[in-house]
T-cell receptor, first 114, second 111 residues
Framework: AQKVTQAQTEISVVEKEDVTLDCVYE???????LFWYKQPPSGELVFLIR??????QNEISGRYSWNFQKSTSSFNFTITASQVVDSAVYFC???????????FGAGTILRVKS | EPEVTQTPSHQVTQMGQEVILRCVPI?????FYWYRQILGQKVEFLVS????????KSEIFDDQFSVERPDGSNFTLKIRSTKLEDSAMYFC?????????FGPGTRLTVL
């Protein structure tokens, strides 16, 4: 069975602080895919990143970085120098194959105050 | 940039009525999905569709729900007899294979 746990329900930071959103997953498959989505106050779901289980290389995209550790089944997301526009709900998700359903975590509400 | 579109953005209906939610996936995508999000909760998978048939469905997707791809562009979700607990945001998504791109959602309110 697949499961994604985002233990942090809500995080509040002040602008320019770094913040890390945690994600822990469970799956029996050896091949799987991990995702992060952003849901701003307007409500849409915005794709941020996909990671394959066989690629543990960490990734950086501007102020965003992701740390994938198979040994701890974690796929954490760090925002450096946070901005008010980063305020949103962030979802981690897992899929066991291409074309398969996404299993979402409960989401973490990030509030960035100026 | 191509995007998934959904209509209507908001649908209000009476309990027991039928509703059809419409989606236009990204044109070269092969996989289509419906998810729902009850207010303040996680996003839940309903159904996936590939090669003109359902490939997987969740426990939520019971006999009251159906999906259809009536032509080459639209993908619809029908709820035959709506219940109060069907009130939620319904998201359509499509993918070429891995990354699923979501539409803006239809907020369904059942009174």
């Amino acid at each position: 069975a697949q499961k994604v746990t985002q233990a942090q329900t809500e995080i509040s930071v002040v602008e320019k602080e770094d913040v890390t959103l945690d994600c822990v997953y469970e799956t029996r498959d050896t091949t799987y895919y991990l995702f992060w989505y952003k849901q701003p106050p307007s409500g849409e779901l915005v794709f941020l990143i996909r990671r394959n289980s066989f690629d543990e290389q960490n990734e950086i995209s501007g102020r965003y970085s992701w740390n994938f550790q198979k040994s701890t089944s974690s796929f954490n997301f760090t925002i450096t120098a946070s901005q008010v526009v980063d305020s949103a709900v962030y979802f981690c998700a897992l899929s066991e194959a291409g074309g398969n359903k996404l299993v979402f975590g409960a989401g973490t509400i990030l509030r960035v105050k100026s | 940039e191509p995007e998934v579109t959904q209509t209507p953005s908001h649908q209000v209906t009476q309990m027991g009525q039928e509703v059809i939610l419409r989606c236009v996936p990204i044109s070269n995508h092969l996989y289509f999905y419906w998810y729902r999000q009850i207010l303040g909760q996680k996003v839940e998978f309903l159904v996936s569709f590939y090669n003109n048939e359902i490939s997987e469905k969740s426990e939520i997707f019971d006999d009251q729900f159906s999906v259809e791809r009536p032509d080459g562009s639209n993908f619809t979700l029908k709820i035959r007899s709506t219940k109060l607990e069907d009130s939620a945001m319904y998201f359509c998504a499509s993918s070429e294979k891995y990354e699923q791109f979501f539409g803006p959602g239809t907020r369904l309110t059942v009174l």
